[in-house]
C-alpha cells in the first residue's frame, strides 16, 4: 500500500525553526518528484517546495524561498522541510505529496505547523 507519513509539526514562537519529515513506503519513491504543500482554511492549498526525483532541483514558493530547504535521501526514501525564520504566516498543515507520470498521486495526512508567540 502506497503511503506517506508526515511528521515534525510542532507549535513554535515566530523565528523559530521547524524540520518536516515524511515517510515513504509501497512504491518506488526515487522515480516520484516530491512536494511538500500547506493548507489554510483562508488562503485554501499551496504549493510550498518541489524536488525532483534525484534531489538535484528544487523550486519554492516565493513566500518561502530563502527559508525553507527541501531535501530528500531516496536511500531512505524520506523527504525533509527544513523551515527557518518561520512567521504566523507560515501556519498551515503541511502535506507530503508524491507525484509521477502515469500514476495516480500520492498524499499524506498532514501535519500541523503553528507560529504564534
Known amino acids: 500500500q502506497r503511503q506517506l507519513v508526515e511528521s515534525g509539526g510542532d507549535l513554535v514562537q515566530p523565528g523559530e525553526s521547524l524540520r518536516l519529515s515524511c515517510a515513504a513506503s509501497?512504491?518506488?519513491?526515487?522515480?516520484?518528484?516530491m512536494n511538500w504543500y500547506r493548507q489554510t482554511p483562508n488562503k485554501g492549498r499551496e504549493l510550498v517546495a518541489t524536488?525532483?526525483?534525484?534531489?538535484?532541483?528544487?523550486n519554492y514558493a516565493d513566500s518561502v524561498k530563502g527559508r525553507f530547504t527541501i531535501s530528500r535521501d531516496n536511500s531512505k526514501n524520506m523527504v525533509y522541510l527544513v523551515m527557518n525564520d518561520l512567521k504566523p504566516e507560515d501556519t498551515a498543515v503541511y502535506y507530503c505529496?508524491?507525484?509521477?507520470?502515469?500514476?495516480?498521486?500520492?498524499w499524506g495526512q498532514g501535519t500541523q505547523v503553528t507560529v504564534s508567540s
Open positions: 505529496h508524491a507525484t509521477s507520470e502515469d500514476t495516480p498521486d500520492i
Open positions: 509501497g512504491f518506488r519513491f526515487s522515480y516520484y518528484t
Open positions: 524536488i525532483s526525483t534525484g534531489g538535484g532541483d528544487t
